[in-house]
């Protein structure tokens, strides 16, 4: 489904204030380089696990923060009754996220979908093993051994290292078509990054209760999952239109008692990192939480919680707390 055949209306809960000129590379809505055009959905689902931030934020109640995208994780968060405000730079993307939060509207096709449906049909076109039914064979499976084993075998051979090189390398056709601003955000030698992150998530979870696997190995929803699940109605969850650091940097100190982020340091440069990382610090609590997700390759502190987080794609899944030394990786890099 494309964005002008989704049910989206607008309405004025959502904070309106003019989007600013932050100098990352969300601020123009679009994925792709091109022509400035107006802005679009870029993500049709989310993919973050929340069961991360379930586990490791503080009890129910507390005041929480993440990115709006396409409403999965304010869902998750305010269903498990948290008080939720979620924020976005594209009013196109807040504005789906509302249909599907407060309407139960579907889920739509994104930009992000349409490339990694692109390379699935390639895949499924010149590699037998790729071709849909094997692949929902796979995924039906539940036991990790099992599936590390077939991944191994039947998946990951030459043919899909060869595509996925000429796919996802430097030189290759995801960069050419992304933004400049998002290029850099994507890691050197990516093609065989995300393959050993698939590999690493089948063989720690089950495939059959992974709604991350199905969607992006096959594109489709996992077997008997509610096609509603992220509608919880209006209210639930504060919308604010604006840019997540300037957001953080205008609340009062100790507005909330965790935050969650992802990508959100992929593309900008340093001086917006220091930014976010005293943002944090100003607007969390002392002692509240920070989970922050990145698709850079992890640096000697390790992976964090990345091989907990079911969507097979995060290189570092970094909790912190504020107010310590360790909060110094809410920028995504190494603490110093």
Not at 10 to 16: I, K, S
Not at 71 to 95: H, K, R
């Amino acid at each position: 489904m494309t964005l002008s055949s989704s049910p989206i209306r607008r309405t004025a809960g959502a904070a309106q204030a003019p989007a600013p000129a932050t100098g990352t590379p969300w601020q123009r809505g679009r994925l792709l380089a091109g022509p400035a055009r107006r802005p679009r959905v870029l993500f049709g689902r989310m993919y973050e696990d929340p069961a991360v931030e379930l586990a490791v934020f503080p009890p129910p109640g507390a005041r929480v923060l993440c990115i709006a995208s396409a409403g999965d994780t304010a869902a998750a968060l305010a269903s498990a009754g948290y008080e939720v405000t979620a924020v976005d730079l594209n009013p196109v993307q807040l504005a789906y996220a509302r249909a599907r939060l407060e309407d139960g509207a579907p889920a739509a096709t994104g930009t992000a979908e349409r490339l990694t449906g692109l390379g699935r049909a390639t895949a499924a076109a010149l590699l037998p093993g790729w071709r849909p039914a094997a692949v929902a064979d796979f995924l039906r499976l539940d036991d990790p051994g099992e599936q590390r084993r077939r991944w191994t075998d039947e998946f990951d051979g030459p043919g899909l290292r060869l595509l996925a090189a000429a796919a996802l390398r430097p030189a290759g056709a995801l960069a050419a078509v992304l933004q400049p601003g998002f290029r850099c955000a994507v890691p050197r030698g990516f093609d065989e990054v995300l393959l050993r992150r698939i590999a690493r998530t089948v063989a720690r979870h089950p495939n059959a209760a992974n709604d991350w696997a199905w969607r992006l190995l096959l594109g489709r929803e996992r077997p008997g999952t509610a096609a509603d699940a992220t509608a919880v109605g209006p209210g639930r969850v504060r919308l604010v239109r604006g840019e997540v650091v300037e957001h953080l940097e205008r609340c009062a100190a100790g507005s909330y008692d965790a935050v969650t982020l992802s990508n959100v340091v992929d593309g900008p440069g340093p001086h917006f990192a220091r930014r976010l990382r005293a943002a944090v610090e100003h607007a969390v609590r002392p002692g509240g939480t920070a989970v922050v997700r990145s698709l850079r390759e992890p640096g000697p502190a390790g992976a964090g919680r990345a091989a907990e987080d079911r969507s097979m794609i995060w290189g570092v899944v970094r909790v912190v707390h504020t107010g310590t030394t360790a909060a110094a990786g809410t920028d995504g890099t190494e603490p110093r």
